[in-house]
């Protein structure tokens, strides 16, 4: 058992996870995933998260999202945009502020793209039984087959899933060793917070599924 947490020092013991974090029915999947077995074992203390998009608002919301996360598992996670506010930081802005602040790694996270698949679905016949009045109990299937009757007809139709692509990649803030990553894909939901925090949920799943947390 990997001490908890190996990869993050803890603020507390692990609670619950907010509600829209953990709640069920996740539509997210890990494609891939990698953690170097020798990086892995070293002591390290606090992340850095890191989403790299174009709009501002986007990238507040995912990190502050993603920091929420990590934090109710008990892990120092601090969102960039609280220590680098600029959206076109380079990469040495973000070690220093990672540096600066005690942080030992680095999150980065970056949207890939979109991917729609088309999928078939059958139609569909919708059967009703007709009573067999003056029809013996004994006259067998046959008497009771002829009262079958179709009640309704789903028409077949074609539906499109769009997913959604995410790379998250952990360095160590002073080598720029890396650490771990791993790829999701998440099918489109309802709303881009239920999509971001499918994500969200399936990328701690997978650090913890690899050893780096608790």
């Not at 997210?28 to 608002?57: A, E, M």
């Not at 220590?83 to 930081?89: G, Q, S």
Request: with cysteine; proline share 3%.
């Amino acid at each position: 058992m990997i001490r908890v947490p190996k990869l993050l020092a803890p603020l507390f013991a692990a609670s619950i996870l907010m509600l829209t974090i953990s709640s069920c029915g996740s539509n997210s999947q890990i494609t891939h995933s990698y953690v170097d077995p020798v990086l892995k074992k070293l002591d390290l203390s606090g992340v850095l998260i890191v989403g790299v998009t174009k709009q501002q608002s986007a990238r507040i919301e995912f990190e502050d999202a993603f920091a929420r996360s990590l934090s109710n598992r008990g892990v120092r996670a601090i969102a960039s945009h609280t220590l680098v506010p600029n959206n076109d930081a380079k990469s040495e802005d973000v070690i220093a502020a990672a540096t600066g602040a005690n942080l030992d790694t680095i999150l980065v996270t970056r949207y890939i793209g979109a991917m729609s698949q088309d999928v078939y679905h059958p139609g569909t016949i919708y059967y009703g039984v007709m009573p067999a009045y003056g029809v013996s109990h004994y006259g067998g299937f046959g008497s009771y087959y002829g009262h079958v009757y179709e009640v309704a007809y789903q028409q077949p139709v074609w539906t499109s899933n769009v997913t959604h692509t995410l790379v998250s990649d952990l360095f160590i803030a002073q080598t720029k060793e890396h650490l771990w990553q791993a790829t999701s894909n998440t099918i489109q939901a309802s709303n881009t917070r239920k999509l971001r925090n499918d994500a969200i949920r399936a990328l701690v799943g997978n650090l913890k599924d690899q050893g780096l947390l608790d």
